[in-house]
């Protein structure tokens, strides 16, 4: 701890100022083509098969519209134009204008139906992952931060929007337009087609080539700007502790380094990436030359005339953007694997906890609470709960009381079926928790859990989060009856005192207080209560012990208690170390045996001492 | 315009690229004109004329222009992204540098999201502006003027009568930026607030299923999908009406070109060659017609970026060094407050006239309610704000006259809002001191009874934390924090409701090893538990900013007051608990107990494992 001798002292060199903060990349941007999960993807789309036929057969029509100009180009300059018939000119100015009222009109309905389909099939993507993950097991949300399951249901559900919405449609367009342009081709002279045609191969080796070279560079620079951003979001939040420990120098230089990193990224990828354009270009200059050439010599021997030749050159002029547009849904298809298989992760997790096919919805409950033998390990091994047995009677207040991971959480999750148990069995007035529904369990079950999560939204829509029916009354009553109404009621906004998430604007005690509004008001026959262990300062303690009496009111209770006035309070006391049950009984009768619970408490208050306890007693 | 000009520092030293850069531009768009004129050469010289010799020259010419227009517009990107990168790098380096220097009072205000969207979206939207909007929107105006131009050299009554639809076209580039950008920020909004949806969804999963509230969760979510494609489809239609009629006018030209345009040739005043030409020239007028207001949208929003960048870097400091200000050198500790009033901006004063003395060496307790300015108090003392009125001193120094970083890097804090970074807890602990090694940091993580679960976690010290690392609860964060104040040996010491989360019996074990590690600093506590003060010099009680009780433990007891009720209210429990004890138990009083008490955790561990 002597700051003088610490650099010489033995051990680790100055680290690195890379290494100062660490942020893991997401890699995975795209993945091989897999034929079986395109298909899945595909599946998404089958209940809007009709309108996917109609959006293509309208893409047809556009289509049809458009190669027909140079065609109708071509004959003008030819008939009308050439052999001056001001009549002919005359009906291929009209043919021209119906072609583009007929794309006019096929493009704006497209486009519509298009977008209205991709996001259908958006919606039924999103709403299916949403639905099975709300279902899921709480160990697949332990395993995970949130922010990488909102990734998930937001980001990657938004990867495949271009897809379902242009790809497929695209797709068909694009091979229809190249086809149509060769078969036009090939019809007005199969020589000159060939010809122009030379040059497609490169265009299409270019356009997947370099486009992948590009593709790949790209990822680079979205991965060190992605670090840029999570660094930058990082240090504004922990600021104060920066300058607080005076260390903005330190950070400035891992910054200028992730700084420099990005750019010399950037600088990589502009190099490729913006030889793409003048490489096509170029590729394309050389086609239209040979049309040029060939074109211009065959209408010298008048194997060709002079419109088609111009109608050639447009033709081939319109080749380009359908190669590249394909070019491109490869891309997104690519792109779309590494998206969709983390969705089909998700889809195929399936619930650790799941309904019995025949499982039956619990009847109303007294609140019976039987642990026969039970055992649990979330982890093969390391077993949470051994042989637990407890026999709770309906109305009883159980404290659980014991140190740091001794299993009180562990009885908490087995009681609401957040896990299921290893062995024996967990009874509720008689019926095994795996034998009944899940949502017909949970209902009569309460909990109030440490740290308080409002959703924003109001205070009153937050107190009626179980039972959104419950009326205004209904409210006030609850919030009286845990001493909530005060606060509450000197808000500006009263109950429509908009809160966001973690209850913002409200202290801990508050949002205490609030949580149990919401317990009372869904009226459970079983509540449990896992207490605080934060310190509030002592008028709101003194508001959450008198709420809490009211609350236990008439319940069964299962109270993972810190506090010696609840646990005091209790009509039995629980005591756990490492897993086992290793006391149960009244505070008076444990306090009689001097086993753990004893020396628990007497830790508790170890730093009273006698000229200061003495007058307390009052 | 002021933007780029109050920007200019940035860019002024690169300007050289810059400048190749457009030049290069000009050539390229030069070049890409004289394309349409090839064409009506071998329409009209080589087949009409019949001037065959010329055409493997013309054809051969195309070729030729594509390369020099290749390698232009190559080196126009090329240098152009230099420029925009190279800006930017500064740029970004200059911002980041002014956040840290940025002081507390700025960060209370501070919404991240809107920093981020700062620093991530604007910045970014300025690069792209630099490294080739500006080039884009100077193209599209020298290829507008210049295909007129080219037009009107060659048939201006033609030309004006096929660009009749132009001006609509304008009027409607116009129109749908102007339309489309609100249902684009709704589309924005939508998406926002499904994210939040999830995200709180996901938070709250244990609230959510505790109460059985997935099928209400499920409708919520679904709510908000219907209003996001509801969104999407309104851009949608907007883009419906504007885009294939947009582009129906550029077609409406060439309809008009072929009639009116052939009609000409008919008549002798045009040649087919011109006709193939006007036909290509049309659409460098359409093209950037279509774009302008796209173009033009994308430089206003990039001004305002800018705007919101300059923000940034123009905020001023509001805690700095004075001109004088002088290097503290080691100091002692003595901490005095003299008449100190402090408020927040306009609000009410948290802190009101304020005197207090803390020797070097000594510890002061500081209680009181919830707002009553405990953290205010202690956070004047290296100056995170400045007193309103009244004078902080440190070592008979008023804190003002010291330069900041030699004042701080002696006190070290621990914050009540925890903030761990993403990274591994080794380099967390040692955040103040890189330099460390791994022995002491050890030893920090020991005193602050965090070792024994940094060894359970899988990796050790090297365990990743943070947003996206292990989660850790509230009491972990809290140690960790405590370690890394510890390891920066400060000379004053401020724990700011730092064991509020930890369970009291840690908290006494803390509180044990800071005993020792007190010694000799100036600590300050600020704390709801009466046992986390007891044993401090000095204890203050304060209550809406005033200091209304101080004295020793035992004085504060005496005088019956604020500090009373709290020791009674937390300790009734302990004190009937005692007295049951001393009568039920069957231990020799009151005094054995307590004789017991350094043995209680050693005996509790017994009983755990028999």
Known sequence: MNPSNSAQAQGSAPRDVTERFVYPDDRAVERPFNWSQLKRLLSYMAPYKRLTVIAALITVLGTAANLAVPLIIGYAIDYGIGERTPGVLGRMVLYLAVCYAVWWFAAGVRIQLTNWI??????????????????????FFDKRSAGSILVRIINDVNALQELFTNGVVNVLMDLLILTGIIVIMFSLHPGLAIASLVVVPFMFLISTGLRRQIRLSWREVRVRLARINAHLNEAIQGMKVTEAYVQERENMRFFDHINDDYRRAMNRSSRVADLFIPIVEVTGAVGVCIVYWYGARLVMGDALTIGLFIAFVQYLGKFWEPISRLGNVYNQVLQAMASSERIFEFLDTSPTVAEKPNAYPLPKIEGRVNFKDVGFSYKAGRPALHRASLDVKPGEVVALVGPTGSGKTTIVNLLCRFYDVSEGALEIDGHDVREVTLASLRSQIGIVLQDTFLFSGTLAENIRFARPDATMDQVRDVCRAVGA?????????????????????????????????????????????????????????????????????????????????????????????????????????????????????????????????????? | MDVFRRL????????????????????????????????????????TEGRYAELAGWSLAVVGVAVARGAFQYLRAYLGHLFGADTVFELRNNLYSRLQSLSFAYYDRAKTGDLMARLAGDVEAFRMFLAFGFAHLLDFVLLFLLGLSVMLYLDWSLTLIVLVTMPFLGYMTGRFHVTVHPAFTALREAMSDLSTVVQENITGVRTVKSFAQEPEQINHFGRRVADYIEKHMAATSIWTRYFPTMELMGNIGVLLLLAIGGSRVVNGTLTIGQLAAFFSYIWFIVHPLQQLGYQINNLTQSIASGQRLLEILDTPREVRDDRNAVDVGPIRGDVTFQGVSFAYGREMPALKEIDLNVPAGSVVGILGPTGSGK????????????????????????????????LR??????????????????????????????????????????????????????????????????????????????????????????????????????????????????????????????????????????????????????????????????????????????????????????????????????????
């Open chain 2, 409 to 610: 890097r002696q006190i070290a804090i621990v914050f009540q809002e925890t903030f761990l970074f993403s990274t591994s807890i080794r380099e967390n602990i040692s955040f103040a001191r890189r330099d460390a090694t791994f022995d002491e940091i050890v030893e920090a993580a020991k005193s602050a009874k965090a070792h024994d679960f940094i060894m359970e976690m899988p990796e050790g010290y090297e365990t990743l934390v943070g947003e996206r690392g292990l989660g850790l609860s509230g009491g972990q964060k809290q140690r960790i924090a405590i370690a890394r104040a510890l390891l920066a040996d400060p000379r004053i010491l401020i724990l700011d409701d730092a064991t509020a989360s930890v369970d009291m019996e840690t908290e006494h074990e803390i509180q044990e090893a800071l005993g020792t590690l007190m010694h000799g600093r100036t600590t300050f506590i600020i704390a709801h538990r009466i046992s986390s003060v007891k044993d401090a010099n000095q204890i203050i009680v304060l209550e809406g900013g005033r200091i209304v009780e101080r004295g020793t433990h035992k004085e504060l007891l005496a005088l019956g007051g604020h500090y009373r009720h709290i020791y009674d209210v937390q300790f009734r429990d302990q004190v009937s608990i005692l007295k049951s004890l001393t009568q039920a138990a069957n231990v020799g009083g009151l005094a054995a107990t307590l004789a017991e008490e350094s043995d209680a955790h050693g005996e509790r561990k017994r009983v755990s494992s028999s």
């Open chain 2, 8 to 47: 200019k520092r940035y860019f002024w030293p690169l300007r050289r690229l810059w400048y190749a850069s457009i030049v290069c531009g000009v050539l390229m768009t030069l070049l890409g004109l004289v394309r349409p004129l090839l064409l009506q050469a071998i329409i009209d010289r080589v087949l």
């Open chain 1, 485 to 618: 109404d005060t606060f509450i009621e000197k808000l500006p906004d009263g109950y429509e005192t908009v809160v966001t998430e973690r209850g913002g604007g409200l202290s801990q005690g508050q949002r205490q207080l609030i949580s149990f509004a919401r317990a009372l008001l869904a009226d459970p026959r079983i509540l449990i209560l896992d207490e605080a262990t934060a310190s509030v300062d002592t008028q709101t303690e003194l508001h959450i012990q008198a709420a809490l009496d009211r609350l236990l009111q008439g319940r069964t209770a299962f109270v993972v208690a810190h506090r010696l006035s609840t646990i005091r309070g209790a009509d039995k006391i629980v005591v756990l170390d490492h897993g086992r049950i290793v006391e149960v009984g009244t505070h008076d009768q444990l306090m009689e045996v001097g086993g753990l619970y004893r020396s628990l408490v007497e830790a508790q208050f170890r730093f009273v001492d006698e000229e200061t306890s003495s007058p307390a007693i009052s």
């Open chain 2, 375 to 406: 953290s205010s108090l202690v956070s004047l003392i290296p100056r995170y704000y400045d007193a309103t009125t009244g004078r902080v001193l440190v070592d008979g120094k008023d804190v003002r006259t010291l330069q900041l970083d030699g």
């Open chain 1, 118 to 139: 991709g996001q259908q099939v958006l919606r039924d993507v999103r709403q299916t992952l949403f639905s099975h993950i709300q279902y899921l097991s709480f160990n």
